[in-house]
């Protein structure tokens, strides 16, 4: 007999086992997995976090939204916990894996269809396994001048997942869920909700207009666990004329603080469309070097030699990166507006650079970063605060001491959305060292505890810390939170732990 995987919690092996009995009629029985070995891949993290307790029961793979709905009455049925994936990517923040030990995957790779394109109205209409990689070739063959806006691993993951998540990408349409229309969501007694205007019957209007009538609802479908969301419109920025990205760089490390006032201005006023997005040196350098060729001694490796090396490569302590686009009638003055701003708070502007992640590129180069110490842990933290220099400064110092601690560098890339800066910080780490493991561990929790304690709330986190991310923001929003799960899933069987949310 194979190794059996863990039992939701509270239900018994003959319930658990005549469930999945009843899963493999409503998707066939090669869907669903249920051998510790074949569930292998939903079990790995790359978060500091103990694989144990995440480990699912089981999987299954659903191609349809009666597959959904046929898997949602039997898990509450048997009261058995489902968590949701899409593509099962969300590297940083716990992957594939369950926010708590016992859940069954519900994987809608399967449900991975394109179902339209609207190449004069700039929509689209994908369901959850579609991934950015396969719509941006959709659009490639088809010569359909649209653009993508993805997160840094891109060709990995997909539309859905993340805009559930509430993701971010790089070019003007960055905040996904601000650029997303409509949805279709199972709820968890089987009925389907389709949001804005959706519901309308003969309306085809769904993927052009947000809100239909009454309360606006799609949020509520967002980092949450209150359905199933099946189909998602998208909003698609038609290929500018032209483009022009280019690099600022601040060569001293106090320049921080003038490079977040002078983003914020420009992208105010319009002039700039899409984030400002300001990596570190060490962030920048992991794209050229590894730690160990820097630094052999203890404890982080200290600013100078961070500083040095990168100079080397023609990286200053801060580096923004941005695009203008439009014709090149328009890039033209608006070019000359954001040299003479940049050069006047003290930057070193390079008017022409190559960033893809702002030109409809995907690529896996973000990916260098796990080079940097190796041994594939990651964590992502994203703390928010309004765009100002002296906030993003206060974030560095606090960043920079709470890792320093642990002997961990300072990797970050705080990015100027417009009002909000968001300071993303990486923790990386050996994944398969235990004290190594420990220590980003407990890392990651003095840093969340840190910039919680400054006002500086976290605003996506992993499996492993939804619970105290959720606490931070006090009890009347938990309660409000617990009251709608209880009213669309009653049973408490969707996702329990996602967000902090509980029945
Ligand atoms: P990606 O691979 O794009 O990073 P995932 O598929 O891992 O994203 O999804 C990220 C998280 O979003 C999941 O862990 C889950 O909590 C939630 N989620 C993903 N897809 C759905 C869905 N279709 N319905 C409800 N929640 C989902």
């Known amino acids: 007999m194979p190794p059996r995987a863990v039992l939701p919690a509270g239900v018994s092996s003959t319930s658990f086992a005549r469930a999945l009995g009843e899963l493999r009629k409503v998707v066939g029985p090669a869907y669903v997995l249920a051998d510790r070995e074949e569930l292998a891949p939903y079990r790995k993290l790359m978060i500091p976090a103990a694989e144990e307790e995440h480990e699912p029961s089981g999987a299954v793979l659903a191609a349809s939204l009666e597959h959904v709905q046929g898997v949602l009455a039997v898990c509450n049925k048997y009261k058995i916990p489902l968590w949701p994936i899409s593509t099962g990517r969300n590297l940083g923040y716990g992957a594939a894996a369950p926010a708590t030990r016992g859940q069954l995957i519900l994987d809608l790779k399967r449900m991975d269809r394109i179902l339209a394109v609207d190449s004069v109205l700039c929509t689209a209409l994908v369901e ?22 993805f997160p840094g691993d891109g060709p990995l993951v997909g539309p859905i997942g993340n805009t559930l998540e509430r993701g971010t990408g790089a070019t003007p349409y960055g905040d996904h869920f601000a650029h997303a229309c409509g949805m279709e969501i199972v709820l968890a007694d089987g009925r389907v909700l389709r949001t804005g205007m959706g519901s309308l019957p003969g309306s085809a209007s769904w993927q052009v207009f947000k809100y239909g009538y009454g309360p606006y609802l799609d949020g509520l479908f967002t980092q949450s666990n209150f359905g199933v969301v099946t189909k998602l419109g998208l909003w698609l920025m038609p290929a500018p004329a032209a483009y022009r990205t280019l690099l600022v760089r601040y060569w001293d490390d106090q320049g921080l603080a003038a490079a977040v006032e002078t983003a914020r201005t420009l992208r105010l006023s319009g002039t700039i469309r899409n984030p400002c997005r300001l990596s570190n040196a060490a962030l920048m350098l992991t794209a050229a070097s590894r730690r160990a060729e820097l630094y052999q001694g203890s404890g982080a490796v200290p600013n100078n030699v961070i500083f040095a090396a990168a100079r080397q490569h023609g990286i200053a302590p801060w ?19 954001v040299t003479r701003a940049f050069e006047a708070s003290g930057g070193e502007v390079v008017s022409d650079y190559h960033d893809g992640s702002q030109s409809n590129e995907l ?7 796990l080079d940097w110490v190796g ?15 002296v906030d993003a400064i206060r974030q560095r110092d606090i960043a920079r001491a709470v890792l320093g601690m642990y002997g961990m560098d300072y990797l970050a890339a705080p990015t100027v959305y417009g009002r909000d800066l968001h300071h993303l910080t990486a923790i990386l780490f050996d994944h ?21 304690a400054n006002g500086y709330g976290l605003v996506r986190v992993g499996i492993d810390f939804m619970d105290q991310a959720a606490r931070s923001y006090g009890e009347t929003r938990r309660d409000v939170n617990r009251a709608l799960k209880r009213a669309l899933d009653p049973n408490g069987i969707l996702a329990p732990g996602k967000s902090g949310i509980h029945r």
Not at 432 to 452: H, N, V
């Open 363 to 369: 690529s896996l180069s973000s990916f260098s970063l």
């Open 128 to 149: 959850p396994g579609v991934t950015y990689q396969q719509l941006h070739d959709h659009l490639q063959e088809r010569s359909i001048a649209l653009w993508l806006d």
């Open 375 to 389: 041994g594939g842990g990651l964590a992502w933290l994203a703390p928010v605060s309004p765009a100002r220099g």
């Open 319 to 337: 580096n923004l990166t941005f695009t203008l686009y439009g014709t090149s009638e328009q890039i033209a003055p608006s070019l000359d507006i």
């Open 432 to 452: 398969d060292d235990l004290q190594a493991l420990q220590r980003a561990k407990d890392c990651f929790r003095d840093l969340a505890a840190a910039f919680t």
